[in-house]
């Protein structure tokens, strides 16, 4: 497995409280991605990195914010958690290129309940 | 339109047959493709990826892509209980992105 942990593992919240979700590489990659997997939808894009303090947004932004300030560590927050946030949330780290470069791996993920 | 479309199966292939995997994408720009295999309760792992028209095999895997047509396969022989999975296509979208598609539940049946 590429070096990718996430924690925690698992979490149980309430709606209305923020949570911070870590992301962490030991690769060196450039690139880092925040997704979420649900039922019918796949995997869907959140946020994504390409360098130290450099992030976008992707398809289902709202509601969620991100941060890098070192290379190896990705941050999601979830600014007010709501039930439609019970997700699988899944971490992945890229290099930079094209083709094999282009190739995402993915951490173990992170179960999320919102209550 | 979806971006990326697959069947989401399930598709029920017997032991030792030949498995199908398509994936259909809008995007004419796109240049990379890839397979990847989740089992339940875990994390997507690349099978492998495929970014020239024709035919890339890999051990029992074989990835073919038609850019004319906007397709991609994923073709699986002589299939095993432990092939049982999700299968999951992605191209590439520019700048690093990978658009995914739903992913296609097979099931081996021994």
């Known amino acids: 497995d590429a070096g990718i942990t996430q924690s925690p593992r698992h979490k149980v919240t309430e709606t209305g409280t923020p949570v911070t979700l870590r992301c962490h590489q030991t690769e060196n990659h450039r690139y880092m991605y925040w997704y979420r997997q649900d039922p019918g939808h796949g995997l869907r894009l959140i946020h994504y990195s390409y360098g130290v303090k450099d992030t976008d947004k992707g398809e289902v932004s709202d509601g969620y914010s991100v941060s890098r300030s070192k290379t190896e560590d990705f941050l999601l927050t979830l600014e007010s958690a709501t039930s439609s946030q019970t997700s699988v949330y899944f971490c992945?780290?890229?290099?930079?290129?094209?083709?094999?470069?282009?190739?995402?791996?993915f951490g173990p993920g992170t179960r999320l309940l919102v209550l | 339109q979806k971006e990326v479309e697959q069947n989401s199966g399930p598709l029920s292939v017997p032991e030792g047959a030949i498995a199908s995997l398509n994936c259909t994408y809008s995007?004419?720009?796109?240049?990379?493709f890839f397979w990847y295999r989740q089992y339940s309760g875990k994390s997507p792992e690349l099978i492998m990826f495929?970014?020239?028209?024709g035919d890339k095999e890999d051990g029992r895997f074989t990835a073919q892509l038609n850019k004319a047509s906007q397709y991609v396969s994923l073709l699986i022989r002589d299939s095993q209980p432990s092939d049982s999975a999700t299968y999951l296509c992605a191209v590439n979208q520019g700048a690093q992105k990978l658009v995914f598609g739903q992913g296609t539940r097979l099931t081996i049946n021994p």
């Open positions: 495929i970014y020239s028209n």
């Open positions: 995007d004419r720009g796109s240049q990379s």
């Open positions: 992945a780290i890229s290099e930079s290129g094209f083709g094999a470069d282009e190739t995402q791996y």
